[in-house]
């Protein structure tokens, strides 16, 4: 059909990018996690495991990476629960308003997450506008110190900002679930809580492992919000990546760390992509 | 499906005596500004075969998702038996449906499919399973209970979509132009059998169709909707030779409408003439094709209408022929013939006054 020049024309260029801006990258880093650095804060280019045996000896590291882990679940957790429903209401139910309910929905992810990190800030904070409300009413006395600066607040700025990338995929896979299934399940008797379990729900799976993906693996690798709101408690593992490449100056060990968590991420995408092929159907 | 009451069907429709199972009472239905049924009366009595016949825009599935429940009726009142039907959510209406589409659950099996009511009427698995297996059996497709819909083919799905349908008994069965995906020839199959199974069991079937063959070849009765409105209620013969407007006589079947002027008693229209017991004034007739005849040389048969024709076309269809035959005054009449036998040109026809039927005008609707 197509000569090859034109294949080649078409194909080179992705290829090329890939390659310039991903594989290489990466192969690099693959190899300055095998490296050290000197004393003198000079990399040495010895091939070793030291930075892998690092990781699994020091507390901190491996601390950091299961709570990192640990905040990104529950952030998956919460913007299921946010977004499943909200998706569901505008798929199912909202008829006339639905373009305008999902331009709403979408619009968040035009504002800077700077911005809406800050946000948060000024809510949570001591002399914030929720505990500056909750004296006023009288529930508290004092501020209320878990609300900043902590893995809480990490987790609701978190949820705050992944919960649109949760409900994009699941208001997808709900819209392509043909209108006659519903019915065909109310017209054999089911009820429409029984439908929601036996019909849309089973159909929707596709949807929510997709974004169940999005909210963990992007809240996984992120470090403003455990930076801006976290405080010591609220760390997470990029935040060590991050000052390990900055000022401990251990791009080696660094890299390490990046490493494992390229490789934690593939998986789960791997993983994620059987579960979705599993539960779709057209 | 032992168990259901079987009723002994030999000429359905005509017979009067049975009970009346469901009651259309007045029902329209508007969709903002626009009327899709108004007025639509209609009984369907147990064990009885009802086509919906009508152009796709008359409102068939409309009503029949009235019926169903996933409409709600502008106004009026559905009653099955005794109870009102139209207040109750679709879910607890002893109605199933067969969907244009099937609408098969695509996550599960063949056989999970058609134990969908049984389940969520939690019914004991044991009955489940028994029930699932006789109603596969019965539409003979038992060996492919494990399958999933997507991998068998559409006459496949279409029984499967049948027997998750009956195997809840159901005392209404509603079919939304089951066969219209299906090609010509399974298509034929499938109306001998549905036909078949229907007797069978004894449930009262509404079909929605906008196939007049289809319509004559499976239904007890026919409804023949147009534009909302229902033009004709009455049985494959009653309304092939009785049509009550012009619509109905065009629609099913081939027919000449012929425009006649009466005066005492003598209808006339062109170089035609022949008496009727009609009031003065204009009148309007069906006069089916086959019901004309190529006339022999020999005197006419008296009371039969003669006129000679010049013949325009022929087409030959097999076992018939049909005939375009202008005979003067912008008269033109089709003729249908068991074979003329080869061209023809000038043909004299004949045809029994009580054979041209007279029918209301079917005045156009927005």
Excluded at chain 1, 52 to 65: A, C, E, F, P
Excluded at chain 1, 67 to 75: H, L, N, P
Excluded at chain 1, 269 to 275: A, G, I, T
Excluded at chain 2, 136 to 147: F, G, I, R, T
Aim: proline share 5%.
């Amino acid at each position: 059909m197509f000569s090859r020049a034109y294949k080649a024309a078409v194909t080179l260029p992705p290829l090329l990018w890939v390659t310039v801006f991903l594989l290489l990258p990466y192969l690099l880093m693959f190899c300055y996690s095998f490296w050290s650095v000197s004393a003198s804060q000079a990399i040495v280019h010895s091939w070793n495991l030291d930075n892998y045996g690092q990781l699994l000896r020091v507390n901190v590291y491996w601390q950091t990476l299961l709570r990192s882990m640990w905040i990104a679940a529950r952030v998956t957790l919460f913007s299921l629960l946010l977004g499943y429903p909200l998706a569901y209401f505008l798929s199912f139910y909202a008829s006339k308003k639905k373009d305008l309910l999902y331009q709403l929905v979408i619009i968040p992810l035009w504002v800077s997450y700077l911005v809406r990190a800050y946000a948060w800030k000024t809510i949570l904070g001591s002399d914030g506008v929720l505990n500056t409300l909750l004296q006023y009413v009288h529930l508290t006395t004092h501020p209320l110190e878990f609300l900043l600066y902590s893995p809480f607040a990490v987790v609701l700025t978190l949820t705050h900002i992944y919960t649109p990338f949760a409900f994009l995929p699941i208001y997808a896979a709900l819209e392509h679930i043909p209108r006659n299934l519903v019915e065909a399940s109310h017209d054999l008797g089911a009820t429409p809580g029984q439908t929601f379990w036996k019909v849309i729900f089973p159909l929707s799976i596709p949807g929510v492992v997709a974004g169940a993906t999005f909210a963990f693996v992007l809240s996984l690798g992120d470090f403003l919000a455990p930076l801006l709101l976290g405080g010591p408690s609220g760390i997470m593992i990029s935040n060590i990546v991050v000052s390990l490449f900055g000022a401990a100056y251990n791009w080696p060990l660094g890299a390490a760390i990046s490493f494992c968590m390229l490789l934690l991420v593939v998986c789960l995408l791997v993983f994620s992509e059987r579960l979705e092929k599993k539960w779709s159907f057209s | 499906m032992t168990t259901t009451p079987q009723i002994a069907v030999t000429s359905a429709g005509d017979d009067v005596s049975r009970t009346t199972l469901l009651s259309i009472r007045n029902v329209a239905k508007r969709f903002a500004k626009n009327v899709v049924l108004r007025d639509i009366s209609l009984e369907v009595k147990e064990g009885e075969f009802l086509t919906i016949l009508g152009e796709s825009g008359s409102g068939k599935t409309t009503l029949l998702r009235i019926i169903a429940g996933f409409e709600t009726a502008s106004a009026g009142e559905v009653w099955m038996g005794d109870a009102r039907l139209d207040r109750q959510p679709p879910y607890r209406r002893r109605v199933n449906t067969v969907f244009q589409s099937y609408a098969l659950f695509p996550h599960l099996t063949v056989e999970q499919n058609v134990a969908y009511g049984l389940r969520v009427a939690k019914r004991p698995e044991a009955e489940i399973a028994a029930r699932v297996s006789e109603a596969l059996e019965k539409v003979k497709m038992s060996a492919h209970a494990k399958s999933k819909p997507s991998k068998i083919s559409g006459g496949q799905q279409q029984r499967i979509a049948l027997a998750r349908a009956l195997v809840n008994r159901p005392q209404l069965l509603l079919l939304d132009e089951p066969l219209s995906a299906l090609d010509a020839n399974l298509r034929r199959q499938m109306q001998v059998e549905l036909k078949s199974l229907q007797r069978e069991v004894g449930i009262s079937f509404i079909f929605v169709t906008h196939d007049q063959e289809e319509a004559m070849v499976m239904s007890d009765r026919i409804a023949l909707l147009r534009a909302g409105e229902l033009e004709q209620v009455a049985t494959p013969r009653e309304i092939y030779g009785h049509p009550a407007t012009a619509y109905v006589a065009q629609f099913i079947g081939h027919t000449n409408l012929l425009k006649g002027e009466v005066r005492a008693g003598v209808v006339r229209r062109g170089p035609l003439a022949w008496t009727a017991a009609l009031p003065d004034g204009a009148a309007l007739f069906s006069l089916r094709p086959e019901n004309i005849r190529l006339a022999s040389e020999k005197a006419t048969a008296p009371g039969t209408v003669r006129v000679r024709g010049k013949v325009r076309q022929q087409a030959f269809h097999g076992a018939t022929e049909l005939i375009r035959v202008e005979c003067g005054d912008g008269l033109v009449l089709v003729v249908r013939t068991p074979g003329s036998g080869g061209a023809l040109d000038e043909v004299d026809l004949e045809f029994s006054p009580a054979d041209a039927v007279p029918v209301r005008e079917s005045p156009e609707r927005i």
